[in-house]
């Protein structure tokens, strides 16, 4: 299995794209606005989008991505993509993006027989068999909404954890204890001075991404991600000086992840 970044920042700018990855060629977790760097056949190929909430830079290319390909697909016989996320969150896309008002309801067109997109709920601690020896469970996260993160399984069993956006969050921390990681992608929204902030907006900054890394007991590979643009230095002089075991470092727009 390969995961690419498609983008990572906090927010938008030249060079910054908000957050997905991609597995393979057929699963998106998240729908940021680094879904836009795929070409409209590499989009076409997209048979999953898992969403780890409802806040727009995890969301915005659903509904575009679905217009890109809805025509594409269907001439190649390919059914609805699949849209996978809690059910608070696909009723959040219901009633406040795919409304008609903010965008057409893909998930009655073109045509309520074969629609673009469909909708499909999960539960945290929910194990999804992606095909080809691979599945994603859902992790608890702790946000302003209701969010999750991902533990992507290649198939070996080593995992690589996507924790979403969240805050300190202990019932994470307690099933990522009992499972095999390779890598784990966390967030770390704000630097130290707006530590306040973070926690209002249930984020992480420096200070408290080191309290949570203490409950790592094995060494691993740590990529922060959602750091806001021309907050990367600041944020990375404060995670560095953290006390640790791990290998931190930032993660990177188009880094490509091997799991075998």
């Known amino acids: ?9 906090g927010a938008m700018a030249a060079g910054h794209k908000t957050t997905s990855f ?9 729908a940021g606005s680094g879904v836009g760097e795929l070409s409209a056949d590499a989009m076409a190929r997209v048979n999953h989008i898992f969403l780890t909430h409802s806040h727009l830079d995890h969301v915005l290319s659903v509904g575009l991505l679905a217009d890109t390909v809805q025509r594409q697909r269907a001439q190649l016989g390919r059914p609805a993509v ?8 696909l009723k959040a896309l219901k009633d406040h993006i795919f409304n008609g008002v903010i965008w057409p ?61 969240t805050g300190p969050n202990p019932k994470l921390w307690e ?44 060494p691993m ?17 404060a995670v560095d000086a953290l006390e640790h075991s791990h290998r931190v470092t930032a993660l990177e727009h188009f880094q490509e992840f091997s799991l075998a």
């Open 1 to 9: 299995m390969k995961i690419r970044v498609l983008g990572c920042a």
């Open 22 to 30: 991609l597995l393979d060629d057929d699963v998106l977790i998240d």
């Open 82 to 89: 699949q849209v996978h996320a809690l059910p608070e969150t």
């Open 105 to 165: 309801d893909f998930t009655r067109l073109p045509s309520v027989e074969r629609p673009a997109l469909s909708f499909h709920p999960f539960a945290v601690g929910d194990r999804l068999d992606l095909g080809a020896g691979r599945d994603i469970e859902v992790l608890s996260a702790a946000h302003t909404v209701p969010a999750v993160g991902f533990a992507v399984n290649p198939g070996s069993g080593a995992h690589w954890v996507f924790t979403g956006d």
């Open 175 to 218: 099933r990522l204890a009992q499972l095999k990681m390779s890598d784990l992608v966390i967030e770390c929204a704000f630097a130290d001075d707006e530590c306040e902030l973070a926690g209002i907006s249930q984020h992480h900054c420096p200070c408290t991404l080191g309290e949570e890394l203490k409950k790592l007991q094995t």
């Open 221 to 237: 590979r740590v990529h922060i991600t959602h750091i806001k643009p021309g907050e990367r230095a600041a944020v990375m002089a």
